[in-house]
């Protein structure tokens, strides 16, 4: 019991300074940009949503429920909030460089969004 608990230590060390060696490697080829600040919190930002769908799973597959349609239903939630997204003007940088080179003032713009709205309802 001793050696197999001293054999997962060794491990799951080994895993930590193999991550670490993957970062430094991955700083330096990087420039200094990967390990920055704005670069770790975009990290662990974009980590929430995939960890939350992991323990969800996790939490139906231990009760003893086999059940796969989670990956339609994933796929069904971004599609719809790429929908929602873009008709509420969250558009992409692209998108907006090429549609929106002029400065709208404020009431054309919210037209602008009332009329992406009525669209969306359309659905």
Do not use: C
Not at 39 to 47: F, K, P
Not at 97 to 104: A, L
Not at 108 to 117: F, K, V
Request: aromatic fraction near 8%; proline fraction near 1%.
């Amino acid at each position: 019991m001793q050696e197999s608990n001293h054999k997962t230590q060794v491990r799951m060390i080994g895993f930590a300074v193999l991550i670490v060696i993957v970062g430094i490697l991955l700083n330096v080829a990087t420039q200094g940009k990967f390990l920055a600040l704005s670069n770790i919190g975009l990290i662990v930002t974009s980590m929430v949503a995939p960890s939350l769908a992991a323990w969800g799973i996790n939490f139906i597959f231990t009760s003893g429920v086999t059940d796969l349609s989670f990956g339609a239903i994933i796929i069904l939630a971004a599609t719809a909030s790429g929908i929602v997204g873009n008709a509420l003007g969250y558009l992409t940088a692209e998108y907006e460089r090429h549609h929106f080179s002029v400065k709208e003032d404020e009431r054309t713009q919210m037209t602008r969004y009332q009329n992406m709205i009525r669209k969306l309802i359309r659905y």
